[in-house]
């Protein structure tokens, strides 16, 4: 059985940093890129980053780009989101994402961890 685990949420003021992990179990984690995406309340799903299954490339939202870094490491079955500079419009269920895919695009991903609360205060 496949399952994602994140942690890492919490509640920050603005220009604060976060560390979110995520960590796979039940899947050859060194085989799937890792996406990053975030959902606030009353708005879509929205993607924020991604990274290969060797950590060769990443991809990142505009709205996220030099503040938001993506890494992994696959001894441990896990990936990680540091993010830096938090704005209060950051503030989101944060949720990471398995798949055989590099890709933004959320539907191309096959699992999906239960999401952890960032809330950046003003």
């Known amino acids: 059985q496949v399952e994602l685990v994140e942690s890492g949420g919490g509640l920050v003021q603005t220009g604060g940093s976060l560390r979110l992990s995520c960590q796979a179990s039940?899947?050859?984690?060194?085989?799937?890129?890792m996406g990053w995406f975030r959902q606030a309340l009353g708005k879509e799903r929205e993607f924020v980053g991604r990274?290969?299954?060797?950590?060769?490339?990443?991809y990142y939202a505009n709205s996220v780009k030099g503040r938001f870094t993506i890494s992994r490491d696959n001894a441990k079955n896990t990936v990680y989101l540091q993010m830096n500079s938090l704005k209060p419009e950051d503030t989101a269920v944060y949720y990471c994402a398995a798949g055989r895919v590099n890709s933004r695009h959320s539907n191309e991903y096959t699992y999906w961890g239960q999401g952890t609360q960032v809330t950046v205060s003003s």
């Open positions: 990274i290969s299954w060797s950590a060769g490339s990443t």
């Open positions: 039940g899947l050859a984690f060194s085989s799937y890129g």
